[in-house]
């Protein structure tokens, strides 16, 4: 009897500690450049491993290898996030040495908690689905969302912080990690997306209420314009607006935005420039019905809130950010609070879109009933 698929992803990804260790143990591949080649050496044996692994398949999903070769990579992020936090040592000592001095700072722990256990989640349970024939599609797009935010805040905010200066070549073996998320959304977009069968009257009687005879939305409206006015805001903090609020702001109540690693700073540009556009159309769709794009855009976009605002609370809380930095004790609450209702909207959003997504649907003929299916 041969183990499950992502039983075997799971076994093969615990073998990232023991490479680090034995890496961290070697003199030889402790220089820049060989980091970076057995690192690709490394990866490249997980896939031939991976396709040993399934090759009694009859047809295997390419997302498959792309989901089990970054659950690997999930291993290694959570133990440099273990050793950082001095929960281990003897790892990840000569990586972050001479390959990715990045990876000690706060930013970096967090990403790699949030790799190491959320990400590796969803991998794995992707996986199972995958070869089960079940549909992984929302859980897809909604990891696509969160690596997407995750490597346009980390690499801009490497080359701009105060890393960029001290750039080696390991760095450079985050391009394919950058390039293949937007390929696999991509992927994941053009799929039909599954979802139950809405009669046509039930459709209809629901397009046709106003945004006034639905108090949830109206709500949700209102929270997202309430999350705009503090995109723009912090937007405007962070490009130096010489208003005395901007200054008091910063200043008083989040000084990690003026952080020298440069990541709090990306991340406030990132969110002017493609998470407010976003919350501007979610108001449009919550108010016009037949808005089906609602339903996949609402999940990318809670995947990547939910990512980039888990790092940057934990960042500007966590201890290897320097105390000018690090959020006021007396302040602490209110900004917490703040950073995740940020959080919230877009995920409730997101849930209400698909525990009730009549709405948004576009109507279906008559006779069909709701316990079926339907491609959408």
Request: aromatic residues 14%; positive net charge; proline residues 7%.
């Amino acid at each position: 009897m041969r183990a499950p698929v992502e039983v075997c992803v799971f076994l093969l990804s615990l073998l990232a500690p023991g490479v680090l260790y034995a890496m961290n143990n070697i003199p030889a591949l402790q220089e820049p450049l060989p980091i970076l080649g057995v690192g690709m050496v490394v990866l490249g044996s997980v896939l031939l491993l991976l396709l040993l692994a399934v090759r009694h398949k009859q047809k295997v999903d390419p997302l498959f290898y792309v989901f089990a070769v970054f659950s690997f990579t999930c291993m290694v992020g959570l133990t440099n996030a273990f050793e950082q936090d001095g929960f281990i040592s003897g790892f990840m000592g000569f990586y972050v040495k001479m390959g990715e001095p990045h990876l000690s700072t706060a930013y970096a722990v967090m990403t790699s908690y949030w790799e190491g256990v959320v990400h590796f989640v969803l991998f794995l349970t992707m996986i199972q689905r995958m070869f089960k024939g079940k549909s992984y599609r929302s859980l897809g797009l909604l990891w696509a969302g969160s690596a997407i935010a995750h490597q346009i805040v980390l690499i801009p905010g490497v080359v701009i912080g105060k890393y960029g200066s001290n750039i080696r070549p390991a760095f450079w073996r985050n391009t394919p990690f950058f390039l293949v998320p937007f390929w696999a959304a991509s992927v994941l977009f053009s799929r039909p997306r599954e979802m139950p069968v809405v009669t046509a009257d039930k459709v209809a009687v629901e397009q046709k209420k106003s945004l006034l005879s639905r108090p949830l939305d109206l709500l949700l409206s209102l929270l997202l314009l309430g999350a705009i006015v503090f995109t723009v805001f912090r937007g405007f903090v962070v490009l130096d607006c010489p208003l005395d609020i901007c200054f008091t702001y910063i200043y008083q109540y989040e000084p990690y935005l003026k952080d020298p690693v440069g990541f709090p700073r990306v991340m406030m540009l990132v969110y002017l420039f493609y998470a407010l556009p976003l919350l501007t159309v979610f108001i449009y769709g919550l108010k016009t019905p037949g808005c089906s794009w609602m339903l996949d855009w609402t999940i990318f976009c809670a995947g990547a809130l939910a990512q980039t605002q888990w790092c940057h609370i934990g960042a500007s809380l966590h201890s290897r950010t320097p105390f000018t930095y690090r959020v006021p004790t007396d302040k602490r609450w209110p900004i917490i609070a703040l950073n995740v209702l940020l959080v919230a909207v877009p995920s409730l959003l997101a849930l209400r879109c698909h525990t009730n997504p009549a709405y948004f649907m576009k109507p279906v003929p008559k006779g069909q009933t709701n316990n079926g299916k339907k491609k959408n």
